[in-house]
C-alpha cells in the first residue's frame, strides 16, 4: 500500500486515491498543480475483492480529486478555465490487468465521470505510449459513449 504521507505508516486503500505536490523544483511541477496517487488491486491476488471493482473505485476516487485539486492549486476557478488531468492506464502494470479489462473500465470510468461530474472546461488526457492500446481506448471510449447516449434518448422516450 501506499503512504498517505511521506514517512508516514498510515497506508492508502486499494481503490482509493490522495492527492500531493509534485515536488518543488521537479520536473513534475513544471507542468502539473498536483500528483494524484491511487492503489489498484492486483488482478490476480484476492478471491474476496472484485479487481475490476475495485479499478472502478480508482477512477472514481482519482478523477474528482485530480481535477478539483489542481483547479485549487493553480487558482483556476473560473468557469472559462481549462483544467488538465493527465492519467495513465491505471492498473495494466505491474498490478497485471489484461490490456482489454483496463481499457474497458478506464473508458465506462471516463465517460461515468464526464455524464455525471464533469463540469466543461475539463480535459482527461490518457498518456499512453502504445499507439495500438491509445487507439484501442479511444475506440473503447467512443463506444461507451454511444451506449450512454443511446440508454439516455431509450430513458427520455418514455
Do not use: M
Amino acid at each position: 500500500l501506499l503512504p498517505i504521507l511521506y514517512g508516514s505508516d498510515e497506508k492508502c486503500p486499494v481503490g482509493r486515491a490522495v492527492a500531493t505536490s509534485p515536488g518543488w523544483g521537479s520536473e513534475l511541477s513544471k507542468e502539473y498543480e498536483c500528483v494524484v496517487h491511487t492503489v489498484p488491486p492486483f488482478y490476480h491476488h484476492s478471491p474476496d475483492v472484485n479487481p475490476e471493482e475495485g479499478l472502478s473505485s480508482c477512477y472514481k476516487e482519482a478523477l474528482p480529486l485530480g481535477f478539483r485539486e489542481g483547479a485549487k492549486k493553480a487558482g483556476l476557478l473560473h468557469v472559462s478555465d481549462v483544467i488538465r488531468v493527465a492519467s495513465p492506464l491505471i492498473g495494466a502494470g505491474c498490478r497485471g490487468f489484461p490490456g482489454r479489462v483496463a481499457i474497458k473500465v478506464a473508458a465506462e470510468e471516463s465517460v461515468r465521470w464526464r455524464d455525471n461530474e464533469g463540469a466543461g472546461g475539463e480535459v482527461l488526457a490518457f498518456g499512453i505510449p502504445d499507439r495500438v492500446i491509445a487507439d484501442e481506448l479511444v475506440n473503447e471510449i467512443e463506444q461507451e459513449d454511444r451506449k450512454r447516449r443511446k440508454a439516455l434518448r431509450e430513458t427520455n422516450s418514455f
